[in-house]
């Protein structure tokens, strides 16, 4: 334990003398901008398509999606009035539809619960996730100080997959899905 001590001693005389590190509040927020407008334009910097629909547009968005596929894999949390096609397994579903419990705009972050079924949210080559508008929080910490209760485990998805690991070029859809379609339900 001493020298435990001893090192941890060095380390807090060390860090004494630095200035502490000032955080922007909001890096991504212009002034005025309204966190769902925020969101919906770092879905598209992200490469993700984002829409602002009531539940009947967000219903007629999932049949476009869903025309001409065999079914659809749904998460656990997906409303009975969304669940409109055939029930497909996760791995061979074109199609996941899941149920946010949140969205960040700051990061342009969507949560999604490990009890919604985390096979419906990465595994079909197309991802439409439902989210409610007054659930768009414009901060992280914002959006954690908001809940009442999470789930044991969270999925935090930013963007479709993507991924530059093999020779520095940008190939999408590698560890998930390739399309991310987000409906804001108003």
Known sequence: MEVR????????????????????????????????????RRLAENGAEGHLLNQEGAVGLLKELAHGLPGVAYGKGVPTSFRLFPELPPEAAP???SWALF????TCTLALSSEDGRKAQLLPPTHLVLVERE??????LEA??????????????????????????????VHGPGRLVVAVLT
């Open 5 to 40: 001590a001893r090192i941890l001693a060095r380390i807090r005389k060390a860090l004494k003398e630095r200035p502490k590190a000032l955080l922007p509040e909001h890096p991504h927020l212009r002034l005025g901008e309204e966190p769902l407008d925020l969101f919906l």
């Open 95 to 97: 199609l996941g539809v």
């Open 103 to 106: 969205a960040v705009a700051e």
């Open 135 to 140: 659930r768009v929080y414009s901060t992280l």
């Open 144 to 173: 954690f100080s908001e809940q009442k209760a999470l789930p044991s485990a969270l999925g935090l998805h930013s963007g479709p997959s993507k991924s530059a690991d093999i020779g520095q070029v940008m190939v999408k859809g």
